[in-house]
C-alpha cells in the first residue's frame, strides 16, 4: 500500500509539471494541486494504486483568480488517508476533462457543477441537468457567487426533464415522485420487458434547499451544525460530526476526549435507532407490516432516551465545532445502559422471528443483485456495499472520534441482494450496543467537553471529514472563510453515490421487486436534495410525465 | 421453518401486547431536560443581543429604535427549540421550558417582544453610538440591530450585488409556450 510521500513521487514521475504541488495539513490529509489538463489521468492513477472515489467539490474562486475550483477527492481505505486533487479552470472557459468514463460515480458531482457552475466536461456520457428544476433559467448559475442566496426566478410551466431513450419494445412505468413505495419525492422511471426491469430513469432533486449556499452566505461557523443536523431527519447527528470534524481538520482545533466518546455514543444511539426505522420501513414494503410494527416498538424507548439526554427526540443539537453541547451524567449513563439492554433483547426476538421466515426469505434472496466488481466500480457505500463483499467501514478504516479505542466487527455478506443487506444491518445494531457499552465504560473526564477556541479560524484551509452514518459514510468538505463563516461546504450523503447504483440494483429484477430494491439502499432523498439552490416549486416532472405517458398512448392508438 | 417462525412472530407479538399510550387523553409531562418553548426574562435580559447573533433560524430579531430603547423581537413561528440561545444568554435571562403543545391558530401566541431600556454610558454617551462602527456593529453580516421586525426577517446582504440584467442574457428567459398552443 502506498503511502503519502510515494503517491506524490508516482505522481510527480508520471505527469511531472502538471503537479503543481502538495500539501498536508494533517498526517492523514494529503491535496495536490494539479494542472487541469491532466485530471482525467492523475484520478485513474489514483483508482489504480488503491484509491477509492468519494466525490468531487466545485467551488467559485472568481473573486480571487478569475478560476473555478474543482476537486476530486478520494480515499485509500488501508492507510487512513484522504487525498483531494485540486485543479482550476478559467472562469470565461470553464472546461475540463470528464473522469465519469473511468469512476462512474463522479456522474452526478459533475452533473452537479455543470448546473450549479456552469462547468463544461468533455466526454460525459450523460451530460443532463442533475440539480436544478428544469424551469431554472440556462446560464444562471446559483453557486456563483455573484448569484444571491435567495433567487427565485419566476417558475415555467411544462419544461421537462427528457427521459433516457427506452429500449427497443419496453414500456414505461413511472415510479413517483409521489408514490407509495417513496417516502420522499423523486422520479424513477423504470423501462420494462413485460415484468422485467431493463433499464431506469431517475429524476430527483425536487427537494433540494439551497442549504449549502444559505449556509456559505448567511451563517456563522458554530449555526451551521444546526442547519447540517436538519439535512437529513434521521442521521442528524451525522452531518453535524462530520461538518464540525471538517471545520476542526481545517483549522486544527483539538477537543476534549470526552466530547469525541459522547459524539461516539451520539452516532451509534443513532445508528440503532435509524437501523431499527429501516427493518420496519422493509418489512412494510414488502408487506410484512407485524416487522414494521414491533422495530417500530422496540426503537421508541431509544428517542425518549435521546429526549432526556439531548432535549430533543431527534435533531439533538449535541455536536458544535469544539465538542459537544451536553455532559453526560452518571444518572444518563444508567439511563442508557437499561435502554440498550432492553433495546438488544427484544432485537434478538425480532432477529429470530424473520430470519427463519421464509416469506421473507423469499422476497428478498437473490433481488437487487449486484457483483462485487460493480459495487466496487461504482464507489457504493455503508451496509449496501457490506451486503455484496465490500468490506469499508469509515469507523474502522479512517477512525474519527473515539472509535480508534473500540472494538467491533464489520459485518460482510458475500449473497450481493437485499436479504443481505436485512442481515447487515441487524447486525450493525448489536455492534452499536457493543460499543455504547465500551464508550460508558472507558470514558475519560479529561475537561470541558465544549472546548472554547484560542484564536479565530484561518481563511482558505481545507478540511475533509468522513463519518459512516447508517446508510453509509457522509463526506463533508470545508473550505474556510473570512468572516466567521465556511467559504464552501460541501455536503455528499450516502444515499448520493448508492442512488446511482439503483438502476444497477433494478437490472433484470421484476418490477414488484422496486420498492424493496429502492428501499433497500435506505434512500433519503432530502440528504441527497441538500443542494445550493433555494428551492423553487418544479412540479414539472410530474406532469410531463404523464403528458409523454398519455402522447406515447394516443400515438399507440 | 415457516412455521415456527410463525409461532415466534405470535410470541413477540403477544409478549409486549397494546403499548399505545393514550395521549393527549392522559397528558405526558415532558422530561427534565427538555428543550421546549424558550422563555425570556426581562428583568435579568441586559439586551446584549448574543442569542440574535447566535441564533441559528434568525429567529431572534433586534432593533434600536432611539439611543435608548431596543425591541427585541422572538419569533416562535420559525424556532427550531435548539436551546442555543439559551446556551449563550450571559445573564441565564433564557430558559427552555418543557412547554410543547404549540399548535395554535394565530401566529402571535408563540411570539414574545421586550422592549428594553438601554443606559447610555455616562462618560460621553458616544461609545455604542449605533451610527459608527464597534465591535458589535461588526455583526451587521446578519443584520444585527437593523433588523426589520415588521416582515420578521433579517435583511439580505448577498443580493444587491446581483444584476438583473443577467436573466436577460440568458438564452431560455424566454419562457416555453405550454404545449398544444
Request: one cysteine or more; a negative charge; charged letters at 25%.
Amino acid at each position: 500500500m502506498p503511502t503519502k510521500d510515494q503517491i506524490i513521487k508516482t505522481l510527480k514521475d508520471r505527469f511531472g509539471s502538471a503537479v503543481i504541488g502538495s500539501e498536508s495539513p494533517k498526517p492523514e490529509r494529503l491535496f495536490v494541486d494539479i494542472k487541469s489538463g491532466k485530471v482525467r489521468d492523475i484520478s485513474n492513477e489514483l483508482v489504480a494504486m488503491g484509491g477509492r472515489y468519494l466525490v468531487s467539490v466545485g467551488y467559485d474562486s472568481i473573486a480571487d483568480n478569475g478560476a473555478l475550483g474543482m476537486i476530486h477527492t478520494f480515499a485509500f481505505d488501508r492507510d487512513s488517508l484522504y487525498i483531494g486533487i485540486r485543479t482550476s479552470v478559467p472562469a470565461d472557459n470553464p472546461v475540463m476533462d470528464s473522469i465519469t468514463p473511468d469512476i462512474p460515480n463522479a456522474g452526478w458531482s459533475e452533473r452537479e457543477y455543470a448546473d450549479l457552475l456552469g462547468m463544461k466536461f468533455t466526454g460525459h456520457p450523460k451530460p443532463k441537468r442533475l440539480i436544478l428544476a428544469d424551469d431554472w433559467p440556462e446560464g444562471i448559475y446559483p453557486l456563483r457567487k455573484e448569484v444571491p442566496w435567495n433567487l427565485m426566478p419566476p417558475a415555467a410551466e411544462d419544461v421537462a426533464y427528457q427521459l433516457d431513450e427506452c429500449p427497443e419494445g419496453c414500456s414505461i412505468i413511472p415510479v413517483g415522485p409521489y408514490h407509495p413505495t417513496l417516502h420522499e419525492p423523486a422520479h424513477f422511471a423504470v423501462y420494462v420487458d413485460g415484468e422485467t426491469i431493463k433499464g431506469s430513469d431517475y429524476r430527483g432533486f425536487m427537494t433540494h434547499r439551497g442549504i449549502e449556499k444559505l449556509c456559505q452566505t448567511q451563517l456563522t461557523y458554530n449555526e451551521v451544525p444546526f442547519v447540517a443536523e436538519r439535512i437529513c431527519g434521521i442521521c442528524g447527528s451525522v452531518h453535524a460530526t462530520s461538518y464540525a470534524q471538517a471545520v476542526e481538520s481545517a483549522a486544527d482545533i483539538t477537543i476534549s476526549r470526552r466530547a469525541e466518546y459522547i459524539r461516539t455514543i451520539m452516532l451509534e444511539i443513532e445508528r440503532i435507532h435509524s437501523h431499527l426505522l429501516w427493518l420496519g420501513l422493509a418489512g412494510h414494503l414488502i408487506g410484512f407490516d407485524t416487522v414494521f410494527m414491533q422495530s417500530w416498538r422496540i426503537r421508541e424507548p431509544i428517542m425518549w432516551l435521546g429526549e432526556r439526554m439531548t432535549g430533543n427526540r431527534k435533531t439533538y443539537g449535541m455536536i458544535v465545532i469544539g465538542g459537544v453541547r451536553r455532559d453526560i451524567t452518571p444518572e444518563i449513563k444508567d439511563d442508557i445502559l437499561n435502554v440498550i439492554q432492553k433495546v438488544e433483547e427484544e432485537l434478538l426476538v425480532v432477529q429470530k422471528a424473520i430470519v427463519g421466515d421464509t416469506a421473507i426469505h423469499r422476497r428478498t434472496k437473490g433481488v437487487g443483485y449486484v457483483s462485487t466488481q460493480d459495487v466496487v466500480k461504482w464507489s457504493l457505500v455503508g451496509p449496501v456495499a457490506r451486503a455484496r463483499g465490500v468490506d469499508i467501514d469509515v469507523r474502522r478504516d479512517h477512525p474519527y472520534a473515539a472509535y480508534d479505542e473500540m472494538k467491533f466487527d464489520v459485518p460482510v455478506f458475500n449473497s450481493n441482494d437485499v436479504w443481505a443487506t436485512v442481515l447487515v444491518r441487524i447486525l450493525e445494531v448489536f455492534e452499536a450496543i457493543k460499543i455504547i457499552r465500551q464508550c460508558l465504560d472507558k470514558m475519560p473526564n479529561d475537561g470541558p467537553v465544549l472546548t472554547e477556541l484560542a484564536a479565530p479560524i484561518e481563511p482558505m484551509r481545507h478540511g475533509i471529514a468522513a463519518v459512516e452514518a447508517p446508510r453509509g459514510e457522509v463526506v463533508h468538505y470545508v473550505i474556510t472563510g473570512k468572516e466567521n463563516s465556511p467559504e464552501r461546504w460541501r455536503v455528499r450523503a450516502p444515499t448520493y453515490p448508492n442512488l446511482q447504483g439503483v438502476p444497477l440494483m433494478l437490472l433484470n429484477n421484476q418490477l414488484a421487486d422496486v420498492p424493496i430494491i429502492i428501499g433497500s439502499i435506505d434512500p433519503c432523498f432530502s440528504c441527497t436534495d441538500r443542494m445550493e439552490v433555494v428551492d423553487i416549486r418544479t412540479g414539472g416532472v410530474k406532469v410531463l410525465a404523464q403528458d409523454e405517458l398519455e402522447t406515447l398512448s394516443r400515438q399507440i392508438k | 421453518m415457516w412455521l415456527t417462525s410463525k409461532i415466534k412472530q405470535v410470541l413477540m407479538v403477544a409478549k409486549p401486547g397494546v403499548v399505545t399510550l393514550k395521549y393527549p387523553f392522559v397528558p405526558r409531562p415532558a422530561p427534565e431536560n427538555f428543550r421546549g418553548q424558550p422563555y425570556w426574562d426581562h428583568h435579568k435580559c441586559i439586551g446584549c443581543g448574543g442569542c440574535a447573533s447566535h441564533c441559528p433560524a434568525r429567529t431572534i430579531l433586534v432593533r434600536d429604535l432611539c439611543q435608548e430603547l431596543r425591541v427585541m423581537v422572538y419569533d416562535g413561528s420559525r424556532c427550531t427549540y435548539c436551546g442555543r440561545c439559551a446556551d449563550v444568554c450571559p445573564e441565564k435571562a433564557i430558559t427552555m421550558t418543557d412547554r410543547y403543545e404549540l399548535a395554535t391558530g394565530d401566529k402571535n401566541d408563540i411570539n414574545e417582544t421586550m422592549e428594553l431600556f438601554m443606559a447610555t454610558c455616562q462618560r460621553c454617551g458616544r461609545c455604542y453610538d449605533h451610527e459608527t462602527t464597534n465591535a458589535i456593529d461588526k455583526m451587521t453580516r446578519i443584520g444585527y440591530k437593523y433588523d426589520n421586525l415588521e416582515m420578521r426577517a433579517v435583511l439580505p446582504v448577498s443580493s444587491e450585488q446581483f444584476d438583473m440584467k443577467l436573466y436577460e442574457k440568458t438564452e431560455k428567459f424566454k419562457r416555453p409556450e405550454k404545449m398544444g398552443e
